[in-house]
């Protein structure tokens, strides 16, 4: 079993910034791939960005630039770095661990963040 738990969502003004953090507990292999997804009401939950334990990145290509992730394999620990941030960045946004040996997936509990004046 693994557990994530996340940190670093909350309130910020449009083009602020926030950095995010999960940080994982538990049977954790050392080939897999950590990553951020969010959620708002009423929509699928999207990919925003992964990492693999050998530092390969994936983006979305609309929030290429703005977002940055980035891993601490030691701490077992992702960050996701979210600059020039806008309204529509507003959501939940979890953490997904995916072992790469048995492929068991999981997800953190999620981090609300809202940008608003």
């Known amino acids: 079993q693994v557990q994530l738990v996340e940190s670093g969502g909350g309130l910020v003004q449009p083009g602020g910034s926030l950095r995010l953090s999960c940080a994982a507990s538990?049977?954790?292999?050392?080939?897999?791939?950590m990553g951020w997804y969010r959620q708002v009401p009423g929509k699928a939950r999207e990919l925003v960005a992964r990492?693999?334990?050998?530092?390969?990145?994936t983006y979305v290509d609309s929030l290429k630039g703005r977002f940055t992730i980035s891993r601490d394999n030691a701490k077992n620990t992702v960050y996701l770095q979210m600059n020039s941030l806008k309204t529509e960045d507003t959501a939940v946004y979890y953490c997904?661990?995916?072992?790469?040996?048995?492929?068991?997936?999981?997800w953190g509990q999620g981090t609300q963040v809202t940008v608003s004046s």
């Open positions: 990492v693999t334990n050998g530092g390969s990145t």
């Open positions: 538990g049977t954790i292999f050392s080939i897999n791939v």
């Open positions: 997904r661990l995916v072992n790469g040996i048995t492929a068991d997936d999981y």
